[in-house]
């Protein structure tokens, strides 16, 4: 005989109106940084997580913290998008300049972006989750639904990478 109360939903509906007020900032935060800083798709898919984080609420059963379901849920309506998307590449002259003028942190940040962009995709989703988002090795492993060495050889395949392409920064300042 099986328990009621283990098929009960972790997460009621009622509670659903703080879990998208406590993540969304970083639910948009992870898909901008991987839709390459395009804040209107990034919204548009964290918009789309959050809809799909409803109507699957009652599949969450607490085996996972709400923080790293929200961000599978992002990756996968992320890796949609780009499945359905021709890949385009663009950097915005603007934004450039601008961050060129407020001095070495935003040129160093730039120059970060670049090189993260250069990477196989692999790698970059990979240190954006452990880095950028701040995600332990085994919560970014659940996210990309990687195992965990699969996820630690990517991180530090994309860090060796990063240093050569940040050569010319401070070299050994990168972890």
Known sequence: ????????????????????????????????????????????????????????????????????WLYRIAYRQFLMHRRSTPATLSIDDDSLAVAAEEGPDAAL??????????LPEPERAALIHCFQLDLSHAEAAEVLGWPLGTLKSHVARGKARLRVHLGAWHPGALP
């Open 109 to 118: 940040q730039r120059d970060v972006e670049r090189a993260l962009d250069r």
């Open 1 to 68: 005989m099986t328990d009621s109360r283990a098929d009960a939903p972790v997460l009621s509906p009622a509670g659903f109106e703080t879990v998208v007020r406590e993540h969304q900032s970083r639910v948009r935060q992870q898909l901008r940084r991987l839709t390459r800083g395009d804040a209107a798709l990034a919204d548009d898919l964290a918009q789309e997580t959050f809809i799909q984080a409803w109507q699957h609420l009652a599949a969450f059963r607490g085996q996972a913290q709400v923080s790293t």
